[in-house]
């Protein structure tokens, strides 16, 4: 997933260099990357650049599910989709969350 991940920011910022978080905003998602914390997540969350790369991130993401990179590229983003819901799916089994666990039945 995270091989995965990697490859569709990297054609992100290919494709779009115009959209990618300024300087404080690639220090906050360092930041976050080093050290895992909830102060940390919190200031990736509140950084209004960090915020528009994920919106503009998320928009690609849905353009990719509609073949703009091909369908291969297509199949993968799927696939991602697919080993998150299960994911979710086992988080919600292990955590006793039975609407969590309705709404991953839902989707499979």
């Not at 080993?83 to 955590?95: D, E, N, S, Y």
């Amino acid at each position: 997933m995270e091989a995965l991940q990697r490859l569709l920011i990297k054609m992100y910022m290919t494709m779009n260099p115009g959209k990618t978080p300024n300087a404080e905003g690639i220090k906050a998602i360092e930041n976050l990357a080093e050290n895992a914390s909830h102060s940390n997540l919190t200031s990736v969350n509140n950084n209004s650049s960090c915020q528009t790369f994920y919106k503009h991130y998320q928009t690609f993401l849905f353009e990719v599910r509609d073949e703009i990179l091909g369908k291969r590229a297509q199949f993968w983003v799927r696939y991602m989709d697919k080993v998150l819901l299960i994911l979710r799916f086992q988080r919600a089994t292990k955590g006793n969350n039975f609407d969590l666990h309705l709404a991953c039945l839902k989707d499979m």
